[in-house]
């Protein structure tokens, strides 16, 4: 809910039709003003926000919708959690071949 300065509230069709006049003007690609929460969720999550902290910032009573709904994974995302978890593969892998090489010589 938005409101102006005197605390009345501003009518949600008219912040529309707003918004989408300034996209347009700023030569901007289609986006819809409740895109914008989807964002900033996302963005929120990317730099590392708990996801309950986003859940409180978007007012929702279940986590579940704030995940499934509110959030997608940015691409650069998936590739961090890769690489994060080749590192714990191969360090495990690392840590097993000493474990075995030290049972074969006896140290």
Not at 23 to 45: E, N, S
Not at 89 to 96: E, F, H, M, N, Y
Request: net charge positive; no cysteine; hydrophobic share 40%.
């Amino acid at each position: 809910m938005f409101s102006r300065e005197n605390g009345r509230a501003i009518d949600p069709n008219y912040l529309t039709h707003r918004f989408h006049k300034l996209v347009m003007a700023g030569g901007l690609p289609p986006v819809r003003l409740h895109d914008l929460r989807h964002g900033a969720a996302t963005l929120a999550l990317a730099a590392g926000a708990d996801l309950r902290v986003v859940q409180g910032l978007l007012g929702h009573a279940i986590i579940v919708l704030t995940a499934d709904t509110y959030t997608s994974v940015l691409p650069q995302q998936d590739h961090d959690s890769a690489r994060a978890t080749a590192r714990l593969v191969l360090k495990a892998g690392r840590k097993t071949a000493r474990k075995v090489n030290n049972a074969r010589t006896g140290t």
